[in-house]
């Protein structure tokens, strides 16, 4: 059984820094992509950034040259570094890992519970 656990989400005045974490255990073999999706009220949720295997990142648009995704497969963790956040940054922001529990399986999509952060002054 895999879990994905999030930390680090709370309120922030505009301008300032947050950093995510996602921590991934139970019967893991590898992980693909990982990512960080968020929702905000009214709103679908979205695709904010990906790492892939390789290490290869995406972001959208609007957080172009303000966040950074990073991962350490070691520690079955994915982070994403927000700075110059904005209230529009506001949203209970979700991990997702694709992750293979067995070699001989494919991988499936695992969900975090979702933290919230509020940029507000």
């Known amino acids: 059984q895999v879990q994905l656990v999030e930390s680090g989400g709370g309120l922030v005045q505009p301008g300032g820094s947050l950093r995510l974490s996602c921590a991934a255990s139970?019967?893991?073999?590898?992980?693909?992509?990982m990512g960080w999706y968020r929702q905000a009220p009214g709103k679908q949720r979205e695709l904010v950034a990906q790492?892939?295997?390789?290490?290869?990142?995406d972001y959208t648009d609007s957080v172009q040259g303000r966040f950074t995704i990073s991962r350490d497969d070691a520690k079955k963790t994915v982070t994403l570094q927000m700075n110059s956040l904005k209230p529009e940054d506001t949203a209970v922001y979700y991990c997702?890992?694709?992750?293979?529990?067995?070699?001989?399986?494919?991988?499936?999509?695992?969900w975090g519970q979702g933290t919230q952060v509020t940029v507000s002054s």
């Open positions: 139970g019967s893991i073999y590898s992980i693909n992509a």
């Open positions: 790492i892939t295997a390789r290490f290869s990142t």
């Open positions: 997702k890992a694709n992750i293979i529990a067995s070699s001989w399986l494919r991988g499936n999509d695992y």
